[in-house]
């Protein structure tokens, strides 16, 4: 189908069944986001999806899954209340105040320092990726003020 004509049926169904457009069409589509819209009850799978970006002020309260995605960056407002999945993902850096309410899976992830203000409530795990070459006290105090709960996964 077309660009417009899912356009058209979308509206149609806000208009008159009061539901709301789904969001990966809006991400793909670059349509704007109600507050509403920018807090994903469940988990979220991107995973190998064409997106480029991700909206300002994104919160997910299950786990986001963001594996092999060409994306480089993720917004600085994000909140992950279950794990954030990064695995063989494309993402560069990681936005300063990030909050992972469970695991962080950075699994060949091409990451290579954690930014100050991370707070992760589970694990790390890092095989294969960059920040193996730091032990786990450099790693933690990286993210001072922050902190990470759990374990910190290297092998």
Do not use: A, C
């Amino acid at each position: 189908m077309e660009k417009e004509t899912l356009k058209k049926i979308f509206d149609f169904i806000k208009k008159n069944d009061n539901r709301n457009v789904p969001f990966i069409w809006k991400l793909i589509n670059n349509e704007p986001f109600t507050d509403d819209e920018l807090y994903i009850k469940d988990d979220l799978d991107l995973s190998q999806s064409n997106i480029t970006s991700l909206p300002e002020g994104l919160k997910v309260g299950g786990s986001l899954i963001l594996s092999r995605l060409k994306i480089t960056s993720l917004p600085k407002s994000l909140e992950v209340k279950g794990s954030l999945s990064l695995y063989e993902s494309e993402i560069t850096s990681l936005p300063e105040g990030l909050k992972v309410g469970y695991d962080l899976i950075l699994t060949y992830s091409t990451i290579t320092s954690l930014p100050r203000g991370l707070k992760v409530e589970g694990y790390i795990d890092l095989k294969g990726s960059k920040l193996t070459k730091y032990t786990e006290d450099q790693l933690r105090k990286m993210v001072k003020p922050g902190y990470i709960k759990g374990r910190i996964i290297k092998f």
